[in-house]
C-alpha cells in the first residue's frame, strides 16, 4: 500500500487549501474498511492528530485546533482521501501527512495507523 499527499502550498491567513492524499496497491473495497487520517507536524514538535474519518465513512473526528475550520472526506471509489482547509491560520503550517488505520475506528493516536504516506508541505503567511 502506498499513499501519496498533495495539494500544499503557500497560502496568505485566512485562505483555504484542499489536500488530497491518492492510495495505491489495494481495492477500493480494501481501501473502504480502513479509517483515514490525518496528521501534521513542525520541526522539533511530534506529529500531531488534525483529522480521521472511521471505516465506510462519516463519524469525523477532528482536532480541537481545526475544529469548524477543516473537512475531512474520503471517495473511496477514486480511494483518495481529502482535507479542506478553510480560515487558515499561520500555526497551521505544517508537512501534513495521510494515513490508514486497519482497525477502522479513526483513531487519534499515530501510532494506532499502518501505513503513511509522505507528506505535502503547508505553509500560511501572515
Known amino acids: 500500500v502506498q499513499l501519496q499527499a498533495s495539494g500544499g502550498g503557500l497560502v496568505q491567513a485566512g485562505g483555504s487549501l484542499r489536500l488530497s492524499c491518492a492510495a495505491s496497491?489495494?481495492?477500493?473495497?480494501?481501501?473502504?474498511?480502513?479509517?483515514v487520517g490525518w496528521f501534521r507536524q513542525t520541526p522539533g514538535k511530534e506529529r500531531e492528530f488534525v483529522a480521521a474519518?472511521?471505516?465506510?465513512?462519516?463519524?469525523?473526528r477532528y482536532a480541537d485546533s481545526v475544529n469548524g475550520r477543516f473537512t475531512i472526506s474520503r471517495n473511496s471509489a477514486k480511494n483518495t482521501v481529502y482535507l479542506q482547509m478553510n480560515s487558515l491560520k499561520p500555526e497551521d503550517a505544517a508537512v501534513y501527512s495521510c494515513a490508514l488505520e486497519q482497525g477502522g475506528r479513526g483513531s487519534r493516536r499515530y501510532d494506532a495507523y499502518d501505513y503513511w504516506g509522505r507528506g505535502t508541505q503547508v505553509t500560511v503567511s501572515s
Open positions: 474519518m472511521r471505516r465506510g465513512g462519516g463519524d469525523e
Open positions: 496497491g489495494l481495492t477500493w473495497v480494501a481501501f473502504s474498511s480502513y479509517a
